[in-house]
């Protein structure tokens, strides 16, 4: 297959090649339809800009940073490995590349990195993800006017750009399903304190049990990290309760972690559904086969990444933002787990 042109894009929109060119290089005036047409025509046809020729022209890196960091116990995280995936597309057919650091532990929320490569001119800017309340990296970017793009929220008096799913909504609207099924006293599996995205997810918990005249039982909630063994030790806990007091469902906030609870429920003779409901949170691929298919709440991943890369290269490019924050409700998909 011949590598795709300027002039095969210029077709496929209805435009000049010349605007085309402008268009792609941010040198353009058109109409904002003109240059949608043109994008959307670029990524139909996986057009990809010679990246080097521009750069000696510009004097630009075009690179993006996005430090990243494995699960303690090396588990994989499928969705920010989609949230990287579709954020690279992006920067691609923009004529950038994405350029992934592993650290440790001790270097998640230390600036070192981010000032390094800045300060050299390195990359143009940079993505976030895991962030936390008040987390360093963004402090530090917003004082040096760093252009960057945060997956998740923070501290409300910062000023920044970010791109987040509401949890707290998606949250919600799992307690309203169980209550519709009957159950009032409901569990939660949930992270550590700290977790921005945790902490509004819980609170998603929290309004639907009020909301419901449901007082909030502590030992209904329980801690643990984003592991399949966390959900199975702590469904365990919660089945230790005595019989009038222990839950009849148990919300996961995390697909797998509601692994372990379903291997859990099962190993106590339970029928995940007619005996127990049990819910998940991201909607995992996997998570459709398992037995019995999991409810769980889908998180517009695609969408996340296209508006979080737009956001950095408007900063990149010196554009106006017109919404620093964006925030996407997620969607709850029903199955056979919590079905009595």
């Not at 859990?264 to 995940?272: H, S």
Request: glycine content about 8%; overall charge negative.
């Amino acid at each position: 297959m011949s590598k795709i042109t300027l002039k095969d894009v210029a077709v496929a929109a209805g435009v000049s090649y010349q605007t085309v060119s402008k268009v792609l290089n941010k040198q353009a005036t058109v109409s904002p339809e003109t240059e949608e047409r043109i994008w959307e025509a670029a990524r139909q046809l996986h057009y990809r800009p010679n990246v080097s020729a521009r750069n000696l022209r510009t004097q630009s890196s075009n690179l993006i940073g996005y430090a990243w960091q494995r699960a303690a116990d090396e588990s994989p995280r499928p969705i920010l490995d989609q949230f990287l995936y579709n954020a690279v597309l992006r920067f691609e057919q923009a004529g950038y590349h994405v350029l992934t650091l592993l650290i440790g532990a001790a270097e998640e929320m230390d600036v070192t990195i981010y000032r390094e490569l800045y300060g050299r001119r390195q990359v143009e800017g940079f993505i976030l993800a895991d962030t936390n309340h008040d987390d360093p990296r963004i402090a530090y970017l917003i004082e040096q006017n760093i252009p960057f793009a945060s997956f998740g929220r923070a501290n409300d008096a910062w000023d920044f750009c970010w791109v987040d799913v509401d949890g707290r909504y998606g949250m919600r609207t799992v307690v309203e399903h169980l209550l519709a099924q009957g159950h009032r006293r409901i569990g939660l599996i949930t992270w550590p304190e700290g977790s921005e995205a945790g902490a509004h997810r819980e609170a998603g918990y929290e309004d639907g049990l009020a909301a419901a005249g449901i007082a909030l039982n502590p030992q209904w909630i329980v801690r643990g990290e984003n592991t399949v063994q966390t959900g199975a030790e702590a469904t365990t806990r919660l089945l230790d309760l005595p019989a009038g007091e222990r839950p009849t469902a148990v919300m996961c906030i995390s697909d797998f972690i509601a692994i372990g609870a379903l291997n859990a429920a099962r190993a106590a003779g339970l029928q995940p559904g007619p005996d127990i409901a049990i819910t998940g949170y991201d909607d995992l691929p996997m998570s459709q086969f398992f037995h019995p298919p999991l409810t769980t709440v889908h998180q517009p991943i695609a969408e996340v990444s296209l508006q979080l890369a737009e956001l950095l290269l408007q900063q990149i490019n010196n554009k106006p933002i017109a919404k620093k924050g964006i925030l996407l409700n997620p969607r709850l998909v029903v199955r056979e787990s919590s079905m009595r």
